[in-house]
Structures are given as structure tokens and as C-alpha cells.
């Protein structure tokens, strides 16, 4: 009998599949390939971290949890907040244990969007950001950033595309893929444009842990914003925990009640183990957490430097582990680029455009790798920019 319908969503149907993934796939396909496109720490979990896990499993703790999260772990993760960036959140109603800080941001978005609602989403972004808008029933509107701004947003971009029907502004700092870190006084610039139209912000601090030139600043920390905050972060890239998925949300009381009804419907809760394991992360990690930073400062040192001297121009990224070099000089799009130098070089990285329009004429490279291998890529590099 044919078929007479079409059962996927046309919502479903108008996505795109990740462009990161093809690159992947690709790569996995050769030997021998150097990969800077992957977004997780080379590090292993530190092993008090893993011993945690394990012992919760030799003592049984293998049922759900509360919906939200352990207690001990949403108390630990208040305390963090405090401790680390001087933001309040009340553990009993105002935190959720999420299945990674993705998830956190997909209930985020459903919580507060109806059909309709805009959502100013800054480019270049993670590549999530505008599927979940449209998944959640909201329309993505992207801002594009300037490499010659090193990819900040500038304030008068958010007034030139705010409209009656805008809900919320996402923003990502350290950011995925440039590295941009926004300082304090360009935090408050922003926040004067958002109250001033009465906006939500999502603020994605997964990589708050791995900034390198100054004390990094939390946006609910700036003067009036927390209730205006939907704050989202986790362990996977400070922590070395992403397969461990695990993440947090943290926002005012209204607002978290309402992300909470969706979890406890989709998810039930997050992994017990994992959520042990984080407790002894927060309460006991800050020294791992450090030499991990020492290490991804250095070799972002020496990997932008080079990729400077070889001709790439790239600014120096405050945060995360990810260089966003120009690659305009070559004629070639980033598509072109990427595929050329994985096929002849076996080097992997991501054409920029992935992340939105302004990534057009850029690649993201991910120093998460040893110093060898980030050496050794260079020359690739070297080798294959000499033959262009």
C-alpha cells in the first residue's frame, strides 16, 4: 500500500543535521588524522571524581533521584555559584540537575516561548542555539558579530533587531567557537539594552571555568539581571565530564518551576552515579580544575602565535579552548578549506559557517589536544597553506 503522508514535523523537516558532524564522520573514516574540531578537554576525569562514582554504585545508589536533582549535589552547586562567580540561587527551588548543559537549554527555551516568540541568537554560535529556538516553538534571530570586533557584540546590534515579538537573547561567554570573553563593562551595556525592552537572557557558561586573562563575570551578577537570568552550566569542559552528561540550571523561582514540569516529564531526572560524581568535582575539583586551565593557557599561546606566523591571522581567545583563525586569504570558503586540508593534510577542523553566516572565511580549531599533536598540525598546516 503507498504511502499517502508525511510523518515527520515539518518543524523537524526544515532542520539542518549538524554541520560539525559530517567533518567528524569523515575524519573517523581516514588514519592518521590530527582532529582540532572536537569540542571536549583531552583530559581524563580526574580520578577522585571517578572514585566517587564508583563508590556510589558499590553502596547501591542506583534509583532516581529527586526530579530536580540530589539535594547534596543542587546545595553544592549553590555554593559553587557563590563561591566562584558571587551569584545566589536558593538550592531547594531555584537549581535543576539537567542531563547535560544542553538539555538545560532545551528546557530553557520550551519554559518560556510561545509560537512566535523571537529569540536574538548572537553569531557565530554553538551550533544548537537556533534549532532549539525553532524547536521550542520560537524564531531564531541571529546577530552577526565582526571578526574586526573580535567577535563581541556590540550593544547597538541588539536595538537594531529587537521587535515587540522578542522574548529572550542568548548569549555564550567564554564563547563557542571564537573564545570571545565579554568583560564587565560590555556585560552592563548589554544589560541596560535588556531591561530597557524587557528581556530574558539565557547565559551559556559551560566554559566560565576556562578563561585566562581576567576574573570571569557571571551575568546575573550584574547589577539587576539575576531575575532577568536564566542561567546555564555544567561539568562537562571545566570538569573534564562530558560523557558523564550532566549540567544545571539555575533561575528565579517562577521560572524554574515551570523548566522543572518539563524534566520531570521528558527526563525524570539526571544519572544518580554522575550526580555523585559531581558533588565531589564541586567540593573537592578546584586544583584539577586548575592545572586543566594552566595547560589549555599554554598551548592557546603557543597554537595562536603560530597560527598567526603561518599566515592565519586569529585574535587571542580569553576563554574555552577554541581558536577562530581567518582563513579569507586563501580565496577558499571555509567549507572548501576544511575538506581540502582533512583530505590532503589529514588535519580536521570546522568551516566557520557551520556557526552562523559571520563564521563564513573562518575555522574553528580546538587546542584541546596535546602540545605534540598541536605542533604537528601546525606543520600540516605550514605544509598545505605553502602549496595554495
Not at 569540542?39 to 526530579?67: H, K, M
Not at 546575573?220 to 546555564?232: D, G, K, N, S
Amino acid at each position: 500500500m503507498q504511502k499517502t503522508k508525511t510523518y515527520v514535523s515539518d518543524t523537524v523537516s526544515r532542520l539542518q543535521p549538524s554541520g560539525i558532524r559530517r567533518f567528524f564522520d569523515l575524519a573517523a573514516s581516514m588514519e592518521g588524522v590530527i582532529s582540532l574540531g572536537v569540542g571536549e578537554p583531552d583530559f581524563i576525569t580526574p580520578w577522585s571524581v571517578r572514585e566517587a562514582c564508583i563508590l556510589s554504585l558499590e553502596q547501591g545508589y542506583t534509583s532516581y533521584t529527586a526530579n530536580a536533582g540530589l539535594w547534596e549535589l543542587r546545595k553544592a552547586i549553590s555554593d559553587y555559584l557563590a563561591r566562584r562567580f558571587e551569584v545566589l540561587y536558593d538550592p531547594a527551588n531555584e537549581i535543576i540537575v539537567t542531563v547535560g548543559a544542553s538539555q538545560a537549554l532545551d528546557v530553557s527555551l520550551r519554559a518560556i516561548l510561545n509560537p512566535g516568540d523571537e529569540v536574538i541568537v548572537v553569531e557565530p554560535s554553538f551550533v544548537s542555539y537556533a534549532p532549539l529556538v525553532s524547536l521550542a516553538g520560537g524564531v531564531p534571530i541571529p546577530i552577526q558579530t565582526s571578526g574586526k570586533h573580535h567577535f563581541k557584540l556590540q550593544p547597538e546590534q541588539i536595538e537594531q533587531v529587537v521587535t515587540p515579538k522578542t522574548k529572550a537573547l542568548i548569549i555564550c561567554s567564554p564563547n563557542n567557537p571564537t573564545g570571545t570573553v565579554l568583560n564587565r563593562g560590555e556585560l552592563e551595556q548589554i544589560a541596560r539594552i535588556v531591561a530597557k525592552h524587557d528581556l530574558l537572557v539565557i547565559s551559556d557558561e559551560i566554559y566560565a571555568e576556562l578563561c585566562y586573562e581576567e576574573q570571569y563575570i557571571s551575568f546575573p551578577a550584574i547589577a539587576h539581571m539575576r531575575e532577568r537570568t536564566v542561567l546555564i552550566n555544567g561539568f562537562s569542559k571545566g570538569f573534564a565530564m562530558t560523557g558523564w552528561r550532566l549540567g544545571f540550571v539555575a533561575a528565579p523561582k517562577d521560572l524554574a518551576a515551570a523548566m522543572l514540569k518539563i524534566h520531570q516529564y521528558t527526563m525524570m531526572c539526571a544519572p544518580t552515579m554522575a550526580q555523585y560524581a559531581a558533588i565531589e568535582a564541586l567540593q573537592n575539583g578546584a586544583d584539577d580544575v586548575e592545572q586543566m586551565r594552566k595547560s589549555y593557557r599554554q598551548r592557546r599561546n603557543f597554537f595562536v602565535q603560530s597560527l598567526n606566523e603561518i599566515g592565519l591571522t586569529c585574535h587571542m581567545p580569553g576563554g574555552a579552548f577554541y581558536a577562530f583563525p581567518s582563513i579569507q586569504s586563501t580565496g577558499m570558503t571555509s567549507e572548501q578549506f576544511a575538506e581540502r586540508l582533512l583530505l590532503e593534510e589529514k588535519v580536521a577542523v570546522v568551516p566557520g559557517h557551520v556557526f552562523g553566516a559571520s563564521g563564513e572565511g573562518y575555522i574553528r580549531c580546538s587546542y584541546a589536544s596535546s602540545l605534540e599533536q598541536l605542533q604537528e598540525a601546525i606543520r600540516r598546516m605550514k605544509r598545505f597553506l605553502e602549496r595554495l
